[in-house]
């Protein structure tokens, strides 16, 4: 069973800093793309950033220039760095990655992380 777990969310000012980690745990045989993705009150889920297993990112518009997506393949970690928080970026933040598991059989999976609460007063 694989599990992402998430941390670091919470309550910050604007422009403010935040750092998000989320963690992969169970039986991996590798991860393939992971990505960050945010749900506002009234809104859509929307990808926020994206990373390659080779390192190779993408970012939304709103957030390009402010956040930073980055991860630990040998901790099977991805982070976001958020930094000059904006009310705008509240939302519930989710981990996403695709998984290769081999366990019970080969197959090529999409999880998500239980998501964490970012809040920017202004």
């Known amino acids: 069973q694989v599990q992402l777990v998430e941390s670091g969310g919470g309550l910050v000012q604007a422009g403010g800093s935040l750092r998000l980690s989320c963690a992969a745990s169970g039986s991996i045989f590798s991860i393939n793309a992971m990505g960050w993705y945010r749900q506002a009150p009234g809104k859509q889920r929307e990808l926020v950033a994206s990373?390659?297993?080779?390192?190779?990112?993408n970012y939304s518009n709103s957030v390009r220039g402010r956040f930073t997506i980055s991860r630990d393949n040998a901790k099977n970690t991805v982070y976001l760095q958020m930094n000059s928080l904006k009310p705008e970026d509240t939302a519930v933040y989710y981990c996403n990655a695709n998984i290769v598991v081999v366990t019970p059989t080969y197959s090529q999976l999409r999880y998500w992380g239980q998501g964490t609460q970012v809040t920017v007063s202004s």
């Open positions: 990373i390659t297993s080779s390192g190779s990112t």
